[in-house]
């Protein structure tokens, strides 16, 4: 296949675009608005000649702030505009720069030529940044054709996705070899990117820029003071983070368990998608629990064993409230989330089995004894209940994992280093 073909067959499906929205909009209603922006039709009015940045939905919205921050403090005289694919992950971007007047925002077009490049022809950026592996050949080569500098940021590529990108050669080949710098986690994915076509002098290993996440001191001070607000700071507080179907199930019995032996422990449980906000608090409360709603400004009293986390925004806060951290994605095969947040602020790290998203990350916190992964409910409760009753060793976890976010810092300042030289070009 080559990008005609391709092209062809993007247009060709888009009645299966139009349906896969409507579907989508049926459990999530923002999926119905600013459909236009999806088309590059109605965009803002947006400053021209800055620099673009594109983070698909919330973890690489996440990842990406800490490099946007940098990019603005850098470039004080460039505009951001950062896009997305999600209505999650546009919250977040609103949420996280709302009091910065440089960051502007849209969705990404579809990829389709037309809609990239009136999309580029709209915002005139001088470069474009992309998270991880959201790679668009159409978007890639409208910047190639207007001289614009592509970037793939923090870039990941396993081994069954390099196959799959291997199987269409004649598409993959052309549009890696049309990126300027392609700034990579691993020499391993490095060597992958280079099989597939990517021009040598363009690759680069920079380490994984998740490692230099910072943790604002006031976060922790604000942690503290709601667990004392509470009457939290003597109970064990655990959290099970980003949570999917069929997760919680799993996760509410293994509560259940602890509360045998702990009966004062307090779960907070925090669905990933929105969606699921109401479900899961409703099966919370069916299974008998005396639950409240972080959306509702609901205080947690001694009767409340579970805190559902209902909003957008507060998951490092959330994580900075309990004292043992679970990450889920990881019980059922979804490839988990990011294990680091909770190890930058030192905590232990729990996770399911499936974490083939973050099997270089997994690998390094499990060496280091900072990660324990558990496959069931009886296993999670009794690792939670371990590390309650054994505080000295729920601290050499969190040590541990504090200890490889520091090892393996850096990957942020060698990107920007990188961008920095195709700005100034």
């Given at each position: ?97 709302a009091s910065e007047p440089r960051v502007q925002h849209c969705y990404l077009p579809y990829d389709f030529p037309w809609a990239a490049g009136r999309f580029l022809d ?38 069954r996705s390099a196959r799959g990108y291997g199987r269409f050669a004649g598409l993959t080949r052309p549009m890696l070899a049309e990126m300027s710098l392609i700034a990579v986690q691993t020499e391993t994915e490095a060597q992958r990117f280079r099989d597939l076509g990517a021009r040598p ?225």
């Amino acid at each position: 296949m080559n990008r005609t073909l391709y092209t062809v067959l993007f247009h060709l499906g888009l009645p299966l675009i139009a349906l896969r929205l409507w579907l989508r909009a049926r459990k999530a209603p923002a999926y119905a608005q600013r459909i236009g922006e999806r088309f590059a039709r109605g965009l803002p009015p947006m400053q021209r000649g800055g620099i673009w940045v594109h983070a698909v939905s919330v973890g690489e919205s996440i990842a990406a702030a800490p490099m946007i921050r940098a990019l603005l403090a850098r470039y004080p005289q460039l505009p951001i505009t950062i896009t997305c694919m999600t209505p999650t992950g546009s919250e977040r971007i609103q949420s996280m720069f709302a009091s910065e007047p440089r960051v502007q925002h849209c969705y990404l077009p579809y990829d389709f030529p037309w809609a990239a490049g009136r999309f580029l022809d709209h915002i005139q950026p001088k470069i474009g940044v992309i998270m991880e592996t959201e790679l668009w050949p159409n978007h890639i080569h409208q910047c190639a054709k207007r001289g614009i500098a592509t970037v793939l940021a923090n870039a990941r590529l396993s081994e069954r996705s390099a196959r799959g990108y291997g199987r269409f050669a004649g598409l993959t080949r052309p549009m890696l070899a049309e990126m300027s710098l392609i700034a990579v986690q691993t020499e391993t994915e490095a060597q992958r990117f280079r099989d597939l076509g990517a021009r040598p002098e363009c690759v680069t290993v920079t380490g994984s820029i998740k490692f230099d996440l910072t943790i604002d001191p006031q976060l922790l001070a604000r942690a503290a003071q709601q667990r004392e607000a509470w009457q939290t700071a003597q109970r064990p507080v655990w959290i099970a983070a980003s949570t999917h179907a069929g997760e919680d199930e799993v996760i509410l019995a293994a509560h259940r368990k602890l509360l045998e032996s702990h009966s004062d422990a307090l779960l907070i449980l925090v669905p990933r998608h929105p969606e699921r906000f109401n479900s899961v608090f409703e099966l919370s409360q069916q299974q008998g629990f005396n639950s409240v709603r972080r959306s509702k400004a609901e205080a947690v009293v001694s009767e409340t064993s579970v805190l559902v986390g209902d909003t957008m925004g507060e998951l490092l806060f959330l994580y900075a409230l309990a004292d043992i951290a679970f990450v889920g994605g990881s019980l059922v095969p979804n490839g988990g989330h990011n294990l680091l947040e909770p190890a930058a602020l030192d905590k232990p790290v729990l996770s399911g089995p499936h974490l083939f998203n973050f099997l270089e990350i997994a690998a390094m916190l499990r060496n280091a004894g900072a990660l324990e992964e558990v496959s069931d409910a009886a296993g999670l409760a009794a690792t939670v209940q371990r590390l309650i009753e054994q505080p000295e060793q729920a601290k050499t976890m969190a040590d541990a994992g504090l200890a490889v976010m520091k090892a393996n810092q850096g990957a942020l300042q060698k990107l920007l280093d990188g961008i920095g030289r195709l700005i100034e070009a």
